[in-house]
């Protein structure tokens, strides 16, 4: 029985009871006009009244059915009304799906009857659709993929959405191998192609599993943890283990202690100087952004940065890093040092849609022509998706924005396919420059990158220049530009044109003696 026939049965048996007694006392009243003859008693003005008042009662019974007719739908209007907002506390207003609080009444109310084990199934580069595509196109992917799931999983599965791209399955009185089992159905149903208004999409996913918890709310959690280091671990599934909840815990602190270093400006950034190895002359810097932490100190990048990707706070960071590189590249060229700068970028750097925009009004606010920014990209970024990196390169090319590909070597991609992206620059991984004086496969490598990327009309830049004997070397192979310890390590600021003015003169005298 629903809410509102539950309702309406109290009034229903009261109009019930109110006709009964009006057709009992109409009864009585014909059979004591029938015994007193009451007809022939009313003569005068007396028959007058009593018809008014037949006339009047009749009249009565006429509108009076009218008025409870409106009552009646005016009743059964509000009822529909509280079924709704009843509905909409409950359910997700775009899929239709449970929402976070009635998933956990049901959760609760589930594990009273045994173990429910709890999936969290989150979509990987979800952001990205949004940002490339718009928000409409990502909301009606996530009604396709919420219908998916709605009729694929099992039948007793309860099916929530928890917000944005997060999906949470309950599984009543199911134990730890079933749940990984629809864990892997689950991201099966996300990972097939969804065409979304003429565009064909592909999504993976990563999922959390949760067996116990002391309440509905730490299973809930405890899911979101695994989820967290699923994607960490890249593993697709994992499931939730006591040990992860210290590694979570340290993860929330310096995900809340970078947002807040962001925004208060505490990162830092440094730079390290590339020098023409022909002449000896500095061309340029690659910024690299350094994060002081006030209790755990200087916090590497290779820390933060993944933090930052998974989060997305790296638009911001990217921002940060970005504005003071050019703010710094200004001032150095009033000063008379001009220099150009290298940043990178990450992928969600380089899908972002409006960055293209952004870094257009800070050349604009600063003064500053395209040509004085370099984005570098690694092999691992471009070949993340080719098609989408091609087309976003081609538009900040066309800027005048300067290109170049980052740690040569380390990823799949081949040079041939590198040279369809719009990169007048190469820089090689520092991993084969440090070791190609002990190692004559690595400096193979070296020399062939450099004869082959000039054969293509790329500019190559060797990294990791650790000794001089390196240095001398790649003069000999023809390498364009260098940079390394041995040139000069990051350096703040204030010290870089005072750092520059040392190095070219000390590779002066060094070209002479």
């Known amino acids: 029985m629903t809410v509102g026939s539950s309702r309406l049965a109290p009034l229903r048996r009261r109009?019930?009871?109110?006709?009964?007694?009006?057709?009992t006392l109409t009864v009585l009243f014909g059979v004591a006009a029938?015994?007193?003859?009451?007809?022939?008693?009313?003569?005068?003005?007396?028959?007058?009244?009593?018809?008014?008042?037949?006339?009047?009662?009749?009249?009565?019974?006429?509108?009076?059915?009218?008025?409870?007719?409106?009552?009646?739908?005016?009743?059964?209007s509000r009822d529909a009304a509280e079924r709704d907002l009843l509905h909409r506390a409950r359910h997700d207003d775009l899929t239709g799906l449970l929402n976070r609080s009635a998933l956990l009444e049901e959760l609760s109310r589930a594990r009273e009857a045994g173990p429910v084990p709890v999936l969290l199934i989150d979509l990987d580069r979800f952001k990205d659709v949004n940002d490339v595509l718009g928000h409409s196109i990502g909301d009606a992917l996530l009604v396709r993929i919420a219908g998916r799931l709605r009729s694929e999983l099992p039948v007793d599965a309860v099916l929530g959405r928890l917000g944005g791209d997060e999906f949470a399955v309950l599984l009543p009185g199911r134990g730890q191998a079933d749940?990984?089992?629809?864990?892997e159905q689950a991201l099966a149903v996300v990972g097939r192609?969804?065409?979304v208004e003429g565009t064909v999409l592909e999504l993976e996913g990563s999922c959390g599993v949760?067996?116990?918890g002391d309440t509905a709310a730490d299973l809930l959690r405890h899911a979101d943890v695994a989820v967290y280091a699923a994607k960490e671990e890249h593993a697709g599934v994992t499931v939730y283990r006591p040990s992860m909840d210290a590694d979570s815990r340290a993860q929330?602190?310096?995900?809340?202690?970078l947002r807040r270093a962001i925004r208060d400006g505490e990162l830092v950034v440094h730079y390290q100087p590339r020098v023409r190895l022909s002449d000896g002359r500095t061309l340029g810097v690659e910024a690299l952004v350094r994060w002081q932490h006030p209790v755990r100190g200087l916090v590497p990048p290779s820390e933060f940065i993944p933090v930052a990707e998974q989060t997305g706070l790296i638009g911001p960071l990217t921002d940060a890093v970005l504005g003071n590189a050019l703010a710094a590249c200004r001032r150095w060229r009033e000063a008379g040092l001009d220099l150009t700068v290298a940043v990178n970028l990450s992928v969600r750097g380089l899908f972002d849609a409006g960055l293209a925009d952004r870094i257009a009004t800070l050349l604009r606010d600063l003064?500053?022509?395209?040509?004085?920014?370099?984005?570098?990209?690694t092999e691992s970024v471009a070949m993340r998706d080719p098609g989408r990196a091609l087309e976003v390169l081609h538009r900040l090319r066309d800027t005048g924005i300067a290109l170049s590909v980052d740690d040569y070597g380390t990823g799949h991609a081949s040079l041939a396919y590198l040279t369809r992206l719009p990169v007048g620059t190469l820089k090689i991984d520092r991993s084969f420059v440090q070791t190609m004086e002990l190692d004559a496969s690595d400096r193979t490598i070296v020399r062939s990158t450099i004869e082959l990327a000039h054969g293509l009309g790329l500019r190559v830049v060797a990294e990791g220049v650790e000794t001089r004997a390196a240095w001398d070397d790649l003069g000999r192979l023809g390498c364009d530009d260098a940079q390394g310890y041995w040139l000069a390590r990051p350096q703040p600021?204030?010290?870089?044109?005072?750092?520059?003015?040392a190095l070219e003169e000390r590779l002066a005298v060094s070209r002479t003696s």
């Open 15 to 23: 109009v019930l009871r109110e006709a009964l007694a009006v057709v």
């Open 367 to 377: 003064d500053l022509p395209a040509s004085c920014l370099e984005l570098e990209i």
């Open 493 to 501: 600021f204030e010290d870089v044109a005072p750092c520059v003015a």
């Open 210 to 212: 949760a067996i116990e």
């Open 179 to 183: 749940a990984e089992r629809v864990a």
């Open 193 to 195: 192609p969804v065409t």
């Open 252 to 257: 929330l602190t310096l995900i809340a202690d």
């Open 34 to 76: 029938v015994v007193w003859d009451l007809p022939e008693r009313l003569t005068g003005p007396v028959a007058h009244v009593v018809l008014l008042l037949a006339f009047s009662h009749l009249l009565m019974m006429v509108f009076g059915k009218r008025r409870s007719d409106d009552l009646k739908a005016e009743y059964l």
